[in-house]
């Protein structure tokens, strides 16, 4: 499955050294400080993924980002907490300089077939969506295609009454989607205060969470299509704001509902 | 503060031995099997807030389930993995019989002033809201007040398009909130599929986040006041279904803001 073609690919291609898992930060992923959150939430779940003991298909993931992480090596320590019959407890910590700067707890689980629904409406794409100009964004968002409806693309850099957004999201190029690059896109929505207020400050989120809606069979039928990302904020209160997303396929599947909380300074 | 008439109190009164943190399990917060979920999420982030070396206060709580909780005594072993200088990451494990049970992490920090808003619209609770007959509910549900309008008390016990609810809440007796209480109170809300479906079968919530946007002076100036607590349910798929629901003061202060991610049968 794994095409070290791919930025995606080289950023979590982790070596395991004397039984210890060890991975390093890859330039093509940089934020304007350390790394892409989004890449650092998809490590904490490869962790897991990769580790021998591990049972059923990831359910959730929380991320909480305890530190700045560095450029360069880290290492990668998931701990299963408790196994059961049919779901598996995890605790993920990523170590910088003997300090841990990232941690994780994930829940996986094997799936049967039941009832399903969806009680969210499936929101409606404006058929004028066209690729987004990434030359203001960091380097990470370079992987990344956005297609954007004209309203929205007009808006950007004005002040908005609220931060929803809603545009479509792909990997740059294409490449055939898994958890953790699900993960990953599930933080690819910019802090909405960003999005509200339109000015630059210093922000950053300080725990993230995904709840996965699809299986391995539902990501193999997906593919390498794009998804269509819906996101807005709660509330902005004394340096800390939520958000939430969602992630749909276009023909209305949602793979994936998604939460954070973000630091901002004034 | 504490006064242990209250049986919140009692069930969060942990006791110190050689260092490590003991507590109970309370008869009057039993759930149809253990304790209900929200005491257990408010103990493991009350073994954070009563340990010597906290700082700040509660920002973000994730709770995984890792296994059912027996009746009886249990260990609280909170372990600060991060203190910076404005938050403080922690990770915290409930022990039983030499196994977890429970994990949990939880982000504290230093509140300050800044620019607020709150993106989110206060929903309009029926006037006709009512207090809910409570006697088909579990142990730990007769804790609490729960003011339900009259379409929504005639709709229990129907199957119904989606699993929005609207309703009050309040700790019976009335009690001070705070942290702890808050995140209890987080958790009251129904599985959604049991709304939805209206027929009962094996589920359980598997992992529990709460975002505060309320600080220690946001919770005395609320007081012992009820909440209006908003729920609903997002996807339900192959044994998974996620909801999400919000408290709000009266008055239109948006208090938290959750989501959990529910293990179901069939």
């Excluded at 998804?227 to 749909?248: C, K, M, P, T, V």
């Amino acid at each position: 499955m794994t095409n070290l073609n791919h930025n995606f690919d080289q950023a979590l291609d982790f070596e395991l050294r004397d039984g210890r898992l060890f991975g390093k930060t890859h330039p093509a992923y940089a934020n304007m400080i350390g790394p892409f959150g989004g890449i650092t939430a998809a490590a904490m779940l490869k962790a897991c993924i990769v580790h021998p003991d591990a049972q059923g298909e990831p359910i959730t993931l929380t991320v909480n980002f305890a530190a700045a992480v560095q450029n360069g090596e880290f290492e990668l320590i998931a701990t299963p907490t408790r196994t059961g019959r049919s779901t598996q407890h995890w605790f993920v910590q990523m170590v910088q300089n003997d300090a841990v700067v990232t941690t994780a707890t994930a829940v996986f689980a094997t799936r049967r077939e039941t009832w399903q629904a969806t009680d969210l409406p499936f929101p409606q794409l404006a058929a004028d969506a066209e690729p987004f100009n990434r030359d203001m964004m960091p380097p990470w968002a370079q992987n990344y295609t956005f297609r954007m409806p004209g309203e929205m693309r007009d808006l950007i850099g004005k002040e908005q009454p609220n931060a929803e957004t809603l545009h479509t999201i792909q990997d740059n190029p294409p490449r055939p989607i898994d958890f953790p690059s699900l993960t990953a896109m599930a933080d690819v929505f910019p802090p909405r205060i960003l999005i509200r207020r339109a000015k630059f400050a210093p922000m950053g989120t300080v725990a993230f969470t995904i709840y996965f809606h699809a299986d391995a069979a539902a990501l193999t039928a997906h593919g390498d299509s794009e998804l269509i990302g819906h996101a807005r904020a709660n509330r902005y209160y004394n340096r800390y704001f939520d958000q939430s997303a969602e992630l749909w396929t276009p023909a209305g599947e949602l793979m994936a509902t998604t939460t954070q909380i973000v630091y901002f300074k004034e």
